[in-house]
């Protein structure tokens, strides 16, 4: 019944797809790489991402608050969940809670919420509070777990591991290492060469994810295959990891033969789940990215390239924290200059000459 | 010693410095543009009274020296309001700005006795009549000043809101996004 | 290969649910009784209104004019049936707003008589001049929804040359089928419509452009079509908005219109096929335009189907005939769901733009939560004329319209496609319709501030000279007075 008739125009009828929904699809397809994640490292790493996870929620809830409005609705829409999930996946498994806590509060609070809140944030929240963690923390953040999946004989126990999360159990040694290109850093400050520093580097590993790495960013394959189901679902553009993969790929390629024990191959490159969980993931955030197809292009390509200088020549191993914001910063620049040409005008907003007969 | 090396020094520096934008404050000098003439030009000139000046010259007056905001006519509502923002280069928060309501007078036939005191002093001529005879108000001429309506010895002008036809009919603004309910 | 580097044909655009095969499916329904009155507005088109030239009183046959158009845009209304006119007043519009306007209200007396049709013979013997002098005076507007007067399209075809007349049967709104149940069912009048319009404009390429959800509209026409080279009947994708004209004309042309410039400036016309089958009625029996064929549907039509009404039948008639539960209906909406506005009530009549009358019950309806924009971006993908909704959405919530007009609010055509895709559900199209009137206003407002200023200046000046007559006529008195007593005093000196 027509009760209260305020006008109203079109479109009446609409797409369904809410904010909740594309948040929901992108988490689902996090799930396979997560869930591997979390079987590979067992329960610290569990309880990492749980802590995490929770308090990205309870630091949106109470800034919500603090505003005066009702949390819940908020809560709802899945946004919080999705930024503390990227948060956790990023993260070394065995980090320590409080890891989890500072960064989730990072994220959320200086992240979104000071600028804010949902779609008014400048950088990627994930990926600003990885980058303060690391810069903060470096020992924690670069302690990585061995593969030591729940269950298995050797593995942390549930008492044990409670003891790695909250009381940070002294002598990590004998159950940690160094990630791929980690290990590759290291060595070649021993002016090691590549085919020698490879020897037992592991590809069909690396593709499934049976490797030292954040919490759920190890898995090649289960990362890839999710983002290339939210591509289909249209929930994210091919232009970001496309144009991300491919300029990190070309480039190895061109370094890789030039000087072969210097320079890793593209397939070393894209071969790990970190490159796949930025380029389909954290890339395409949509609030950081930027809005024309052109546009996702080029921010793709930027971001491919910073990613491989900074893996190449950086003092970090791993580039794509600092990679992404960097371009997050360069969105707005992007979308100034990068515009979709209105119909019947020129590139410069200009009306369109009449063509002569 | 070099203490007072460096006081010597950064003293001619900037007696030097100083001399130099003396000479420039001299020669390169710009006549002042006459901001008040051209906020009275923008005003809408037709000395109502709304904004508490005595006209729209003191009113402009008030505007140049910083006494009066961005604001201040309201029959010239935001778009005036914009154009002096933006020449006197205030920040202006149009958010906080009413819309004036527009109000016409209108001439009540029944007790109009024709007196021609309305059309005397009405400042833009929107009132058309002669002595003896009813008076009209042509509301597209009308600013809404009310001057008529308080010479009118029979209080048969009054003030009505401007009627809504299809002509002027404009959409509403959605409503205020939300960011999340409202704390209940 | 080299396509790909070409110029893209269509761009943005979005794939809604459809909805119009359950009208699409059946014939256009005759049955309809007549009302007993109908609400005839005097504006049914772009321009001026008409000016009535019955009285109170009158009575009149169907087809009789009642009232002729003025000015150079405008178009005449006839009488939908026979009948005595009972009113000529102002009732509520079929508009959002639902504000009066000028109607006539004929008391229908149940004969339906036509008023006597002239005998035209061999309408191609006619000239063209007089073609378009034929189909102003039938009150033909075009009926895809924007109704400018055809004649002047016409007129304006022949002055500038036109190489190709496209006939818009694309029909791309979801729900609606009243184009696509004609092109079946009066293939051949439409087709003739076109050789008619096309001998009016000079013009001897026509193009009929259908949706390729609609084959046996397609078939139709092209059987039709058939013996008449100088028609082609094509294909095109199906893909909201493809009935846009200019996205139609890019697409069937390759030509884009200038912004600021009107389609026939390029050489290109578009009529819509409703319209090309009311000049075949016009032309041919010299009947003008007093019915259309309307699409009801909608979850809450008991009977979904095309109808052909008499113009001025109001909406509540149409429902009942219907079967409308308005217990159900949660928004009625005039047009399709894409670009038709909601109406109030049911008390208003169809008039000669009302492709379609929807009853949406609560479920079909977009939701209105908004959320907060993530900047999705969906709303820039789609978009055809390539504006970026989200960034001029932005200036409007902070009041910042010349903002919104410097990044395209002008080159807007409420197409529906960002509040569509949307998933925030932020009402994109009502913030630019807003913000448009908006502007008009203040511009409206700053063109009588100066206005004030003129007329200020015009009373100082008479003032002033009312002021200098009273100084010049005292001077005059003072003088007068002066020589009086010079003479006085001259008098008395020679007495």
Known sequence: MITHHKPSSGAHVGANKSVGQIMWQVILALMPATAFGLWCFGWPAIFLFIITVSSAMLFEALCIRLKGRAAKPVIMDGSALLTGWLLAMTLPPWAPWWIGVVGAGLAIILGKQVYGGLGQNLFNPAMLARVALLISFPIEMTTWANVSPLFFSGSPGFAESWRITFSGLGNLDAYTGATTLGYIKTEFSQNRVLPDILNDYSAVLNFIGWTRGSLGETSTILLGLGGAWLIRERIIPWQIPVALLATVAGLASVFHLLDSDHYASPFLHLNSGAMMCVAFFIATDYVTSPNTATGQLVFGAGCGLLIFVIRTWGAYPEGAGFAILLMNSATPLIDHYIRPRIYGRDRKGKPLEIPKP | ?184 | MLSLFSKPRIRGGVHAEEHKAITASQTIAYDFPLPEKLYIPLQQHVGKPAEPLIRVGDAVLKGQLLAYSQGLISAPVHAPSSGVILDVNDYPAPHPSALPIRMIVLATDGKDEWVKTPDIGDPFQLSPEDISLRVGAAGIVGLGGATFPTAVKLNMGRENRIDTLIINGAECEPYLSCDDRQMQERSAQIIDGVRLMLHGMETHHAVVAIEDNKPHAFYAMQAAAQAFPEIKVVQIPTRYPMGWDRQLIRYVTGREVPVGCRSSEIGVTIHNVGTAYATHQAIRYGQPLVSRVVTVSGGAVGRPMNVEVPLGTLISELFAFCEVDLAQTARIVMGGPMMGDSLPHTGLPTVKATSGILALTQHELKSTDEQPCIRCASCVSVCPAGLRPLDMANNIKVNQLDAAVDIGLKDCISCGCCSYICPSNIPLVQYFKYASGEVAARQQAQHKSEQTKRLMEARQARLERIAQQQREEEEARIAAKRERERLKAEQEAAA
């Open chain 2, 1 to 184: 010693m070099y203490v007072f090396y460096a006081i010597v020094s950064l003293t001619l520096l900037g007696l030097f410095l100083g001399l130099l934008l003396g000479i420039a404050g001299k020669y390169l000098k710009v006549e002042s543009s006459p901001i008040v003439d051209e906020l009275e030009a923008m005003l809408p000139g037709s000395q109502c009274g709304q904004c508490g000046f005595p006209g729209c010259r003191p009113a402009a007056e008030a505007l140049a020296e910083g006494n009066a905001p961005a604001t201040i006519c309201p029959p010239g509502g935001s778009t005036l309001a914009e154009q002096i923002a933006a020449l006197l280069g205030l920040d202006l928060d149009l958010s906080e700005v009413k819309e004036p309501e527009l109000l016409v007078a209108r001439v009540s036939e029944a007790t109009c006795t024709g007196c021609t005191r309305c059309f005397k002093v009405c400042p833009t001529d929107a009132i058309v009549g002669a002595p003896k005879q009813i008076h009209a108000v042509v509301a597209d001429a009308c600013i809404g000043c009310k001057k008529c309506v308080e010479v009118c010895p029979t209080e048969c002008l009054q003030m009505h809101p401007i009627e809504v036809t299809l002509r002027n009919w404009r959409w509403a603004k959605p409503s205020a996004p939300m960011t999340g309910n409202a704390l209940c």
